[in-house]
């Protein structure tokens, strides 16, 4: 991965470039950047230019032995860390190295794939990843190595927010007393999910959503489709590269995730006087509860994103809108009417809480029918 075949974020390079050139790089950085923004891809591009001294221009001249390793992400030198689960191949005690095969596999298909892709890939089913402290030793293991090239050695820990507390005080003790010529990359979504003893002692790097332009204009060129569907697309992608690649997917998780929150409303509508229709409230929650932790987490932020949709449109900003529902007969601006200020925070808290609850194991089918029955009051309310 080079910094040519990134995506935008034009300042970051130069910023990264520059200071690599200099000399002057820091031992522990912090990536913190929304889905689909190039966060890793940075991280590996960065890498790849520490690694193999590209100063004088990306995979020219004598690095190009180098350079050709990073092809396959398999440079002995670059070491990754990320979240991971037990699966029917590892039963017990999971660890990144375990899964590298896959990992590989993820950035090949796509550098820029969420938290949930990865999961995807696994099948985590209804389990939640994390980095474990046998990742924290594996790490002691890898940098304790004789460099490949001669220099650096570079960590890189994707979804470090995801690390774990045991974890966390092993890697606290390594960014206090890191060892010579070891850079350590950090990358979150969630900045304030870090341990605050370890973000203190990185240097934090904050990434933009990437232009509906630069967006159109990839999407043109790699995917081979017209101006104007690009646009569309860029612009409903809200600066998320990787939701853009998914949304040319006839089958992408937004188009179930559509239904199942139009089935959601309609159901509650119904429900209202009808305690016949509550009985649709229960089968919707039995569905949705059997699905994965993970996918039931995305669902519900998909929701949320949905009812402040639906309320832009209410108050009259529709060049704020990007969301265009597909489901048959179902109509945003119909919908908007239910959403205003009287209503749209108590919604807000329900589906937090429910993510919130979700996310600690709470049964699943219970935290969804309550939260449905709610939902049919507050969507009622004037």
């Given amino acids: 991965m080079q910094f040519s075949e990134i995506l935008g974020q034009e300042h970051i390079k130069n910023h990264l470039t520059r200071s690599a050139n200099l000399g ?28 193999c001294n590209n100063q004088n221009g990306e995979n020219t001249g004598e690095n190009s032995a180098c350079n050709l390793k ?13 979240p991971t689960v037990s699966t029917e191949d590892v039963k017990t005690k999971p660890k990144s190295i375990d899964f590298i095969a896959e990992w590989r596999q993820f950035l090949e298909h796509n550098p820029y794939g969420s938290l949930f892709d990865w999961y995807q890939m696994l099948g985590v089913k209804n389990k939640q990843g994390e980095i474990r402290v046998d990742d924290a030793q594996e790490i002691l293991k890898s940098l304790a190595l004789k ?15 995801k690390i774990n507390t045991a ?32 973000r203190s002692r990185c240097q934090v790097l904050h990434f933009n959503g990437l232009p509906e ?26 600066g998320n590269y990787n939701k853009a ?14 239904k199942w929150f139009v089935d959601w409303v309609r159901a509650a509508f119904r429900a209202k006087g009808n305690a016949a229709a509550i009985q649709d409230l229960i089968q919707w929650s039995e569905l949705v509860a059997a699905l994965g932790r993970e996918t039931q987490k995305k669902f519900l932020q998909f929701c949320i994103e949905m009812f402040r949709q639906a309320l832009l ?7 704020l809108v990007y969301i265009e529902p597909k489901v048959e007969k179902f109509k945003l601006e119909n919908f908007a009417p239910f959403v205003n200020g009287n209503n749209i925070q108590a919604i807000f808290t329900e589906l937090s809480n429910a993510m919130y ?25 004037k």
């Fill in 24 to 51: 002057r790089i820091p031992h522990a950085q912090l990536f913190v950047g929304p889905e689909g923004s190039g966060t890793l891809a940075m991280a590996i591009a960065y890498a790849q230019y520490i690694i």
């Fill in 70 to 82: 990073f092809e396959k992400t398999s440079h002995p030198d670059l070491h990754f860390i990320y």
């Fill in 147 to 161: 460099s490949f090239e001669g220099g650096y050695k570079i960590m890189i820990i994707w979804m470090a927010d």
């Fill in 167 to 198: 974890a966390s005080n092993k890697l606290l003790k390594l960014l206090e007393e890191p060892t010579d010529k070891t850079v350590f990359i950090l990358i979150s979504e969630n900045e304030e999910n870090i341990l605050q003893t370890i």
């Fill in 213 to 238: 332009t630069v967006i159109a204009d990839a999407l043109v060129k790699t995917q081979n489709i017209a101006a104007n569907e690009a646009l569309r697309i860029a612009h409903q992608a809200q």
């Fill in 245 to 258: 690649l998914q949304l040319l997917q006839p089958d992408s998780e937004t188009v179930f995730f559509e």
């Fill in 313 to 319: 449109l209410n108050y009259e900003t529709k060049n």
């Fill in 357 to 381: 609850h979700i996310e600690r194991n709470g049964n699943a089918k219970i935290i969804l029918t309550d939260l449905s029955i709610r939902l049919t009051r507050l969507i009622h309310k």
